[in-house]
């Protein structure tokens, strides 16, 4: 990733991937700002930048509540100036635990997924782009997954949103890629986090490992990798594009 000194993002969801999202732009130059439901989590890992060197703040902030979505922008453009970048990457990812299949979930289920995973982006959409259009544009890359392409037979709620944010994706590409502004997706395959470690079987990582073309599962790192690329000057020309990086699990 190219030095992006003086640039200011904001990362939604700042787990395992939104975590190393976050550092890896801190130090590349740019201010961070950290969004979780977990203030305290954003909070410490804002703290680990800092204490590495680099600029950043965390705040509370759930994605599906548009008045949180939209102090954490203007706390961004307060305490730094501006925005170029925000990475849209939170999920609620323990009502998945109930998204079982179409005849027998709960709509609550439904529901409580597409606020979060799919309005949730929408209100980081809507809440960003006006301060991107003040700097002259920026990039948004939104996280979706393969569960978006892959029909699975569980989950359904889950990919419905994730494909959801591929046209959401698209429509901003679209409407304002002549502005300035360019929108991506990064679809994870399987990434090993903190969180999942605890819960996933071991089977689930040996099945996952066995769909890859690769010798290894996904690392957050991974993921953050693709995300810079998407939102830095090395990402310029890539508009409107949904990017696997999932050891070849998926080939589209
Ligand atoms: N880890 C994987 O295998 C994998 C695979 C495909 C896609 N993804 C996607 O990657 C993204 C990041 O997931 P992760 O694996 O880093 O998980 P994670 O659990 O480590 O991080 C998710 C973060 O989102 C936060 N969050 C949850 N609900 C929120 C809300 N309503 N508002 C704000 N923050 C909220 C959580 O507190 C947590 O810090 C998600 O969109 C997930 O669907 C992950």
């Not at 000194?5 to 190393?20: D, S, T, W």
């Not at 804002?46 to 902030?61: D, H």
């Not at 922008?73 to 307060?78: E, F, Y």
């Not at 289920?109 to 259009?133: E, K, Q, S, W, Y």
């Amino acid at each position: 990733m190219t030095a992006c000194n003086g640039k200011v993002a904001i990362v939604a969801g700042g787990g395992g991937i939104g975590g190393a999202t976050a550092h890896r732009l801190a130090a590349s130059g740019v201010a961070v700002v950290i969004g979780d439901r977990d203030g305290a989590h954003a909070e410490a890992v804002a703290s680990t930048i800092v204490a590495q060197g680099g600029r950043a703040f965390g705040q509370a902030c759930d994605i599906s509540d548009e008045a949180d979505v939209n102090a954490l922008v203007d706390a961004a453009v307060s305490r730094y100036g501006g925005l170029d970048m925000m990475h849209v990457n939170a999920a609620d990812l323990q009502v998945i635990f109930q998204d079982s299949n179409a005849v027998d979930l709960d709509l609550e289920v439904f529901d409580r997924t597409l606020a979060v995973n799919l309005r949730g982006h929408l209100l980081c959409t809507r809440a960003a782009i006006p301060r991107m259009l003040e700097r002259g544009g920026g990039a948004i890359v939104y996280t979706s997954s393969s569960a978006a392409f892959i029909g699975e037979a569980e989950r359904p709620c889950y990919a419905m949103a994730k494909a959801g944010i591929h046209a959401l994706m698209r429509h901003v590409a679209s409407r304002w890629g002549k502005a300035g502004i360019r929108a991506n997706v990064v679809a994870p395959g399987l990434v090993l986090t903190e969180n999942n470690l605890k819960t996933m079987p071991e089977e689930f990582k040996v099945l996952a490992l066995k769909n890859t073309r690769s010798t290894r599962i996904g690392k957050p790192e991974d993921i953050a990798a693709m995300a810079c690329l998407l939102l830095s000057e090395d990402g310029t020309w890539i508009n409107g594009q949904v990017v696997s990086v999932d050891g070849g699990a998926t080939m589209r």
